[in-house]
């Protein structure tokens, strides 16, 4: 029997577990399993941990104190936490919050939920390549501005947005500035002094880290009202007893990813360009959606006109390849994405997408197998559409696609 090849190219939904990671957390279910907040020698034990790894993810991501990072359950929550946080915290100074329309369905529907609660929200267009324009966010602000979250980079589309420049504005004007960075930590440098940034969001999961654990960063000063009540832990700003093997393991796949991140990026870089370079060499009606250069190492998504997203990613997954049509937290919905809809593309192209997320396990090998294998079901797929059949078919003008 002929093994089937398995391809895994999901890596923006989630990544495994690093091995060093997992040998940094086993001690921790088995042997250290106090609860940190104990005062016995077990308790002790754990609570040394959790300061160790309090310390290294400050370090790492260019914190000024441990103190500025908030261990929470995931990036959702962290971005939650940042959101609702400083909107209940800071209310008697305005009720004007500003998001970009391609945000995470984590930052998205965290604003559509406080405009519920009386808050206004201005929703920031894109460009075509998914890039917010910081001369629109200078003309979005107004004396009721609080917070502005933008996230640092795309999970669809991998567009990465002008972050630094976007916080130099808001200092002037002294308006907090929140950046879901769960897609780019590990990924690219991320430094909050550099982005200058006042919270911060990442998940470990999505850089060889377990699931189940996340960062809020909140720089010193910042008052936050908590999510979850019920406890004083992480100075009473989330209750609820730590993740201990978690965190542990967070903190060292952040460091790990860190020390390996320029050679990462440099051949996760080269393979991402050879795949894009020959899928628009090989199709007519694709287009790729994103920036060309301005994007996240890993990511390449396409757009296949004709074709519906779900069925090349089914006819992809009976080849062995792991793939998606955009965000995993989104799978079940059989709307097109909001993110390719709010950077300009038309519905019926929108269902098209495919998401191809590298990881550092990735092979030129495996992208050569997917480039040998996709003409097949893009083919197959187009010669069942009866629009692509229709000789009077008319093709979209808005959406750019080669041909």
């Known amino acids: 029997m002929v093994q089937l090849k398995r ?219 908590p999510v979850i009540h019920g406890g004083a832990q992480e100075r009473n700003r989330r209750a609820g007893t730590e993740n201990i093997a978690g965190i542990v393991g967070l903190a060292k796949a952040l460091e790990l990813a860190n020390q390996k991140l320029p050679e990462t990026s440099k051949s996760l870089t080269e393979l991402r360009d050879y795949l894009i370079d020959n899928v628009l060499q090989k199709f007519e009606y694709v287009r790729l959606n994103g920036h060309r250069t301005r994007r996240l190492p890993g990511n390449a998504n396409f757009s296949f006109e004709f074709i519906e997203g779900e069925s090349l990613l089914l006819n992809l997954d009976l080849k062995g390849i792991a793939a998606s049509s955009g965000s995993a937290c989104t799978s079940g919905s059989l709307e097109p994405s909001h993110v390719l809809l709010g950077m300009g593309i038309c519905h019926e192209i929108a269902h098209g997408s495919l998401r191809l997320t590298l990881g550092k396990s990735t092979t030129k090998e495996e992208i050569d197998y997917v480039l040998e294998v996709l003409p097949e079901i893009v083919n197959k797929l187009r010669a069942m559409s009866p629009l692509y059949n229709n000789p009077q078919r008319k093709e979209c003008a808005s959406c750019t696609l080669t041909k």
């Open 7 to 225: 391809i895994y190219l999901d890596h923006a939904a989630t990544t495994p577990v690093d091995p060093e990671v997992l040998e940094a957390m086993l001690p921790y279910y088995v042997e250290s399993f106090g609860n940190p907040s104990s005062i016995h020698s077990f308790g002790r034990e754990t609570r040394k941990a959790l300061d160790q790894a309090r310390a290294t993810v400050a370090k790492e991501i260019g914190a000024a104190e441990p103190s500025e990072i908030i261990f929470t359950g995931s990036g959702s929550e962290s971005d939650n936490m940042a959101i609702k946080g400083v909107a209940l915290s800071y209310r008697e100074k305005g009720d004007h919050i500003i998001t970009s329309a391609i945000e995470h369905h984590a930052v998205f529907d965290t604003c559509k939920f406080l405009e519920k609660q009386g808050f206004k929200v201005t929703y920031l267009p894109v460009n075509g390549e998914g890039l917010v324009n910081p001369a629109d966010l200078k003309q979005a602000l107004t004396d009721k501005t609080i917070l502005v979250t933008i996230m640092h980079a795309n999970n669809e589309v991998g567009t990465i947005q002008p972050i630094a420049e976007i916080a130099k504005i808001l200092k002037e004007r002294k308006i907090l500035f929140h950046t879901d960075a769960v897609q780019t930590t590990g990924s690219i440098p991320v430094d909050v002094h550099e982005l200058g940034v006042d919270l911060l969001s990442l998940a470990a999961h999505k850089f060889y880290g377990p699931k189940g654990v996340g960062v809020l960063y909140a720089r010193k000063g910042i008052r936050l009202t």
